[in-house]
């Protein structure tokens, strides 16, 4: 199956920093998507990216769809606490859908 | 409220005893999926279903059976479970296809002993 590799693995940072983070694949996707999995739920949607080199925005959090369709990127800006959690990009190949490793975030106070 | 539902949040079983996470969705969408949850793994899809009656592999469906009688049902089989069955599993459906992405249950967790 594809390969969705994201970094980093995890961050550890301090309420109000920004955050990056990436995911990047083998072959190339025609959709990007981005969601968050609190601690003990499913993962929620957060962004859809449908275009190369489409930029997304959703209140703090902004997405980008890579230009050579094999990478995406997210950026939170003035992380908060609840920004805590885990983040996966995902899209799909065919009828299936793949999800990356995740990064693991965590915002201290 | 639109859903996906799985039973049970949480089930620890012994070593080839037969179990059945059901997963049931109100919205009407066609795709179904299962999802199974693993440290450093991310999500990897069991199985996957575009209707009906219509069932596929995802990338990790040894050990795993599913059906598709109706629309809203997608229960997850484990005929013969095995302790590396042990995982957080997810089912998830969508409306429109793939490119959409998915709604996600709140989850199974399963022990295997």
């Known amino acids: 199956g594809q390969q969705l590799n994201q970094s980093p693995q995890s961050m550890f940072i301090q309420e109000g920093e920004d955050v990056s983070m990436n995911c990047t694949s083998s072959s190339i996707f025609n959709t990007w998507l981005w969601y968050k999995q609190d601690p003990g739920e499913g993962p929620v949607l957060l962004i859809a990216?449908?275009?190369?080199?489409e930029l997304t925005s959703n209140g703090r959090l902004t997405a980008q769809f890579g230009i050579t369709r094999k990478d995406s990127f997210l950026n939170i800006s003035a992380s908060i606490p609840s920004d805590v959690g885990i983040y996966f990009c995902?899209?799909?190949?065919?009828?299936?859908?793949?999800f990356g490793t995740g990064t693991s975030l965590t915002v201290i106070p | 409220e639109a859903q996906v539902t799985q039973n049970p949040r949480y089930l620890i079983t012994v070593t080839g005893k037969k179990l059945t996470v059901t997963c049931s969705q109100n919205m009407n969408h066609e795709y179904m999926s299962w999802y199974r949850q693993d440290p450093g793994l991310g999500l990897r899809q069991i199985y996957y279903?575009?209707?009906?009656?219509?069932?596929d592999k995802g990338d990790v469906p040894e050990g795993y059976k599913v059906s598709r009688k109706e629309k809203r049902n997608f229960p997850l089989i484990l005929e013969s479970p095995s302790p590396n069955q042990t995982s957080l599993y997810f089912c998830?459906?969508?409306?429109?296809?793939?490119?959409?992405?998915?709604?996600f249950g709140s989850g199974t967790r399963l022990t295997v002993v």
């Open positions: 279903s575009m209707n009906v009656e219509v069932t």
């Open positions: 990216l449908y275009k190369a080199g």
């Open positions: 995902a899209g799909p190949t065919g009828n299936q859908f793949y």
């Open positions: 998830a459906s969508s409306s429109g296809g793939s490119d959409y992405g998915y709604t």
